[in-house]
């Protein structure tokens, strides 16, 4: 199983980027796919998330209204599109699947940094 986030870089503040997150290696019918980030000396916090249909979607209250989740079932591919973006946004980005039945996401991307400049 492999997760390939990509879409990081260096944007001024009120930018926008758009991350993508490959998963590949088994089917993932039925797995909600979420993005988490984690700024250096912080813990890891949960960003977006979308439900396998894409029907039900759920952000962190410092992203609503900024940034969207979206995936394409075909090519098993999670998209977050992030927009007016602040200095505080920057982080490294994960993005996760979480299979059915568990509680926690048990599959992890390799992480792409998102750097806002002020």
């Known amino acids: 199983v492999q997760l390939q986030a990509s879409g990081g870089g260096l944007v001024q503040a009120g930018g926008s980027l758009r991350l993508s997150c490959a998963a590949s290696?088994?089917?993932?019918?039925?797995?909600?796919m979420g993005w988490f980030r984690q700024d250096p000396g912080k813990e890891r916090e949960f960003v977006a998330a979308i439900s396998w249909s894409g029907s039900s979607t759920l952000y962190a209250d410092s992203v609503k209204g900024r940034f969207t989740i979206a995936r394409d079932q075909a090519k098993n591919t999670a998209y977050l599109q992030m927009n007016s973006l602040k200095p505080e946004d920057t982080a490294v980005y994960y993005c996760?699947?979480?299979?059915?039945?568990?509680?926690?996401?048990?599959?992890w991307g390799q992480g792409t940094l998102v750097t806002v400049s002020s």
């Open positions: 996760a699947i979480r299979s059915p039945g568990q509680s926690e996401y048990n599959y």
């Open positions: 290696g088994r089917t993932f019918s039925g797995s909600d």
